[in-house]
């Protein structure tokens, strides 16, 4: 389910809430019980895990020798 931003008419509050695509209209506010609005989003961020960023997976095979020997030393 995706991640909706709402704020709070009454109080100014935001928060998140996971709903399906399908639902419409406004919801209640945790703080106040006050009407919430849908609030455009900045969206998720990019998150990057494992060995290496893509520009050093695509490096030539010496490139990679030389740095494995370097994180060794």
């Given at each position: 389910m995706p991640t909706y931003d709402f704020?709070?008419?009454n109080c100014g509050y935001r928060f998140e809430l996971f709903l399906k695509i399908t639902h419409e209209g406004d919801c209640m506010c945790p703080s106040c019980g006050g009407k919430a609005r849908r609030v455009i989003s900045a969206g998720g961020g990019i998150l990057f895990k494992g060995s290496g960023f893509y520009a050093t997976?695509?490096?030539?095979?010496?490139?990679k020798k030389e740095s494995k020997k370097e994180s060794e030393d």
């Open positions: 704020k709070c008419d997976d695509y490096r030539k095979a010496e490139y």
